[in-house]
């Protein structure tokens, strides 16, 4: 039965029994507006009705016993067999088993589509029992005491010690049922690996941990400020039941292994929460499983503290607080675009503001902004959202990318209208950005009039503080990069020391090209320029290309010489103009 349809008539009833009077009505439908809880739980909490008589009540309406969850002592065998996060999300408790029957404490204990997915989840007999929501709800704050994944302190043994207590348990790969792999994904060893893997992922500060199975092992890394580590890796018989707990974690079908699947959890390591992004894809020898982690802790969205320089920031906020405009940026996966966006938005975020998102997927919560998440495969897509987006008057829209025309064409038009519009888009340097939407169809005037300016970016690593060494700059390498070497006559590189596990580097900043559409730009692109002659015209007005900006944050000492290069190869050398 819908929930929504259940609470329709659930008032009417009460006051037809006269459990409660008619002129308590709006009272409760009052309160409903606020508070996310069922009518009748809203009734009790008023006490307008007893809880006695609410429990008596619900057991006629639905011809089943009613059962306080509190009053039973309940097995930890019978709390394993139901996912915390499946308990959490449809408030239901389990009480017992009995001859292949699991008793389920419900509030609406006829919802045939909560009923069926434990019978899938169990391989059992459901017998549905009712009790009040406030009662579940206490229950599994008991038995299930975190709502979201809760990594304890003394869950992080080190991964050798996990993988020792896995191999004495698990012997041998075998073809396994789904529900085998359900109760395996709940086995403690099974739990205290994966938990270990996030625990050390996160520790590094890593921004993906991948989980790859090969013939006969499973290959675990992690990326790190951009470069990929590999981590022990737990043995191969156990990769089917890890994947599943991360699908248990994530809420995903865990008999589907046949095409990809997208999810999301959040995880506690000590009261910091972390947002961890699910993806897995079907390979020749198993699922590989990426996990995305969004440190909250790490990503705090100031757009002062993300590395640009003082005039970049300029550039950037001064295009930010315009009334209308688009204002895009570039750069490959992984070089930071969202978290740009996400720190323009909350520096320019108001209550005078309507802010609109749309994504996909949604990779940050924010306070404040409307967010919407594309669902291609129901027709969600990003044009489609755009249309309604539009009709909600909003101030300012970010769009997570820019991938087709149409995408293009909408975000055009609704910066003309009076919309500050953010976006991101996959090109190389911010002028060929402008030729890339050219050849999607958009004419040039309309280009000169939306577009306020287009930023490129890459994320380069930062020196260890503690380790870093100085070392002569010879003349041979300050002629190729235009380095005075009489100014700068030493240049810092890395060594290596505990405190960065001996890499020499330590956190990632920011280097990047803006390109502001000036008079001069605009008249280049209504004259269809090629991007090389829109760069040169910037330049002249004072673009920094990303190869000089990271050569301005290796002369401060920030990085080194290799890393800008290693960023930057396909930035081209081209010889410094005249300014």
Known sequence: MDENNWNDGIL??????????????????????????????????????????????????FKCPPVNPNLFKIAEEVIQMIPPTFVNKHKVMPISVYDNSLTVAMEIPNDLAIIDDLKAITN???????ALAGEIQKAIQKYYPASDVDILPHQEETIEDLIRIVQETKNQEEEVKTLDLLRQAQETPVIKVANALLVDAIKR???DLFIEPW??????????????????????????????????MSQLDIAER??????????????????????????????????RILDKKSQAHNLDKLGFSAKELGELKSCAFKPNGMILVTGPTGSGKTTTLYSVLKHIDSIEKNITTVEDPVEYQMDGANQVNIREQIGLTFPGALRSILRQDPDIILIGEIRDQTTIDIAIKAALTGHLVLSTLHTNDATSSIIRIINMGV????????????????LIRRLCPVCKVPKPLDEETAKRFKINIKEHPTLYHPEGCAKCRSLGFAGRTVITEILVLTPEIKELILKSA????????????????????????????????????????????IEILER
């Open 12 to 61: 009417k009833k009460l006051v037809t029994k006269k459990l409660i009077r008619q002129e308590d009505l709006p009272l409760v439908l009052d309160e409903k507006n606020k508070a996310k809880k069922s009518q009748i739980e809203i009734a009790i909490d008023l006490k307008l009705i007893d809880a006695q008589a609410a429990m008596l009540f619900l057991s006629d309406e």
């Open 124 to 130: 059992m007999r459901i017998r549905p029992v009712v």
């Open 205 to 207: 500060k890593a921004s």
């Open 215 to 248: 013939e006969t092992s499973l290959r675990v890394r992690c990326r790190v400020d951009g470069i990929l580590e590999e981590l022990k890796s737990p043995p191969k018989a156990i990769g089917s039941a890890l994947v599943s707990r991360f699908k248990v």
């Open 258 to 291: 046949r095409v990809p699947q997208d999810g999301r959890f959040k995880v506690k390591i000590q009261n910091h929460e972390v947002d961890v992004r699910v993806s897995i894809l079907p390979t020749c020898f198993g699922e590989k499983v990426c996990l």
């Open 443 to 458: 004419e040039p005037f309309l280009i000169t009039s939306s577009i306020l300016m287009v930023t490129a970016q890459r």
């Open 530 to 573: 090629n991007a090389e002659d829109i760069k040169k015209a910037a330049r002249r007005k004072g673009m920094t290309t990303l190869r000089e900006s990271g050569i301005q944050r290796v002369l401060a000492g920030e990085t080194s010489l290799d890393e800008v290069v290693r960023v930057t190869a396909g930035d081209q050398e």
